[in-house]
């Protein structure tokens, strides 16, 4: 351990080196993934804000709230209606944008405080999409088709539904929608507590999984994800693999006059180690800062677990691959590796 | 002390050591000549207990080591077997004093290692790592790391070949110090005939023969 110590100390030049290309691939990794977490999160965040963990719908809505008709008068005892549905929005300046609106009751349990202070005929909007698309609090927009409007009166955070950005009102107003539609539903009855119903029940993980597009973008990011890791970790293996065979011979001659391999060993894991932990630590403290850094509307997700996931993986990978040299180290002849008494 | 009896070592089809038969007592500083390829380091080496013979035994005051285990060689090499090599093979991120350490705690013995420098006149450098010593003075630290579990072998493989004169001289009165004063037995090989002027006996290796001069 003393001697991997003071080597990883005293060819600072060398260790500070594969610090940073360890450091940069930890980096990459986290960054990738972060930005994949980030997206898979903007895919199904209003419903992810939702504090319930039950939601029914009709029995062919196979899980997709945009799917589910339902009439008010089927609520189960001890669930709020919400009502979910896509709208061609029509902004001030006569642009049009893709949008998700979401009702829920004034004295909503579950969906945004702030409905309780809307009148008829107001709505909340995304923060981001507010932002991005200059529309503001005081702004009236149009429902392209039935040419309903509606005023905005506040924004929410995370308030997005398939990547579009949602409106929240309350279901007075959305009723008033519905009957310039001709139509009368609900989507979903939710509820923090199992519900007792003949309706399909699902729980808030499984909505999320049925949000459109939501499955298909989930197993694209996780081949990503496994992609990233193990090409990291076969780099970082290969590196640590090259580190310990190119002290072959010195550490040969160490085997030679009668050093253990096991001292010799435990110094080489010392070394991947902290060389590992250290890189990580510092990707981590840098992704976090890339994290605080990034504009607000990339979907960028930093979270510690996952984080700490994948670094864990990537520290035990490189350590395995550390411990490959270790059988070559065994089976080194110190003979074969002593150039000097060749005669 | 050391003993070799009928030694023979071959290479697939090439047998590089023919019949060697040699006796080094207690004290002795023997040079072993000859030239390039001759068996010079296979003989040492099999001193040196690195490889096993082909045929022939090997006796270590006056016990066979054709049984002894890997890990058996290996102790002997760290507490009864001091190695220099011609170019010092110090560990370049140790200090050296600490080279003496790491072979002396392997052991599981705490040296002064300041105080065994300065035997060597290296007092002053034990804070140094090799690349901030002389050749001379790397090759001094690699006397001192050889002999710093006071074994009763040491075995150098050309250790003045990188060295000047002067300090050639300086290398080979340590040995024949070592030899003479604290009852080790030394070999070396050597190449230059200059040297052969301390040593007590002069063994000639030839096609892998070996002939007392």
């Given at each position: 351990m003393k001697m991997g110590w003071r080597e990883l100390i005293r060819m600072k030049q060398r260790f500070t080196l594969m610090a940073i290309v360890t450091t940069l691939i930890v980096l990459l990794i986290l960054m990738i993934s972060g930005l994949a977490d980030g997206l898979a999160y903007d895919n199904g965040a209003v419903v992810r804000n939702l504090p319930v963990e039950h939601v029914a719908l009709s029995?062919?809505?196979?899980?997709q709230l945009t799917r589910s008709f339902l009439e008010q008068t089927d609520q189960p005892a001890g669930t709020e209606a919400l009502g979910v549905q896509s709208m061609v929005l029509e902004k001030q300046n006569g642009t049009k944008d893709d949008v998700t609106v979401f009702a829920s009751p004034v004295?909503?349990?579950?969906?945004?405080?702030?409905?309780?202070t809307l009148k008829p005929g107001q709505v909340l909007v995304d923060t981001q999409y507010a932002k991005q698309s200059g529309t503001a609090v005081g702004d009236t927009i149009t429902d392209?088709?039935?040419k309903a409007t509606f005023e905005i009166v506040g924004t929410v955070s995370d308030g997005r539904y398939s990547h579009a950005p949602v409106l929240w009102t309350t279901l007075e107003t959305w009723k008033a929608w519905q009957d310039k539609m001709k139509t009368n539903y609900v989507s979903a009855f939710i509820s923090q507590d199992p519900i007792k119903t003949d309706l399909a029940t699902y729980t808030q993980q499984q909505i999320v999984e049925q949000v459109p597009g939501y499955a298909a973008e989930q197993n694209s990011f996780q081949m990503m994800r496994i992609a990233l890791v193990l090409i990291g970790s076969l780099i970082l293996t290969a590196f640590f693999y090259i580190l310990t065979m190119q002290k072959m011979k010195q550490l040969g001659i160490l085997k030679a006059i009668g050093i253990r391999t096991r001292t010799i060993g435990q110094g080489l894991v010392l070394q991947v180690f902290l060389l590992t932990t250290v890189s990580f630590a510092i990707s981590l403290l840098l992704i976090w800062t890339i994290g605080q850094l990034l504009?607000?509307?990339?979907?960028f997700r930093f979270e510690w677990t996952t984080s700490f996931g994948y670094g864990g993986l990537i520290v035990l990978t490189a350590m395995l691959g550390g411990l490959i040299p270790l059988r070559a180290l065994k089976k080194l002849e110190p003979a074969d590796a002593m150039g000097g008494m060749t005669g | 002390m050391i003993k070799m009896t009928q030694v023979e070592q071959t290479y697939g089809e090439m047998k590089?050591?023919?019949?060697v038969s040699f006796e080094a007592g207690t004290g002795e500083l023997i040079a072993l000549v000859g030239p390039?390829?001759?068996g010079k380091s296979t003989l040492l080496q099999l001193l040196g207990l690195l490889q096993t013979p082909s045929s022939g035994m090997i006796q270590f005051d006056g016990s066979?080591?054709?049984?002894?285990s890997d890990e058996g060689r290996r102790q002997m090499r760290l507490e009864e077997i001091g190695f220099i090599f011609q170019e010092s093979h110090?560990?370049?991120?140790?200090t050296a004093a600490e080279q003496l350490e790491l072979v002396a705690e392997e052991a599981g013995r705490t040296i002064d290692a300041a105080a065994q420098l300065e035997v060597f006149g290296l007092g002053d450098r034990s804070d140094h790592l090799p690349h901030a010593l002389s050749g001379g003075e790397r090759q001094r630290v690699a006397i001192a790391r050889a002999l710093v579990n006071d074994p009763r072998l040491v075995l150098a493989d050309e250790?003045?070949?990188?060295?000047d004169y002067s300090n050639a001289q300086q290398v080979m009165e340590l040995l024949r110090k070592q030899a003479h004063e604290y009852g080790k037995t030394v070999i070396v090989i050597t190449?230059?005939?200059?040297?052969?002027?301390?040593?007590?006996r002069v063994l000639r290796m030839e096609d892998g023969s070996l002939n007392e001069t």
């Open positions: 029995q062919d809505a196979e899980g004295d909503t349990v579950y969906g945004p405080k702030e409905l309780a392209f088709r039935t504009p607000g509307d990339l979907p | 590089v050591l023919h019949d390039s390829g001759s066979p080591l054709g049984d002894t110090l560990v370049p991120f140790l250790p003045t070949a990188s060295l190449h230059d005939e200059r040297m052969l002027s301390y040593c007590d």
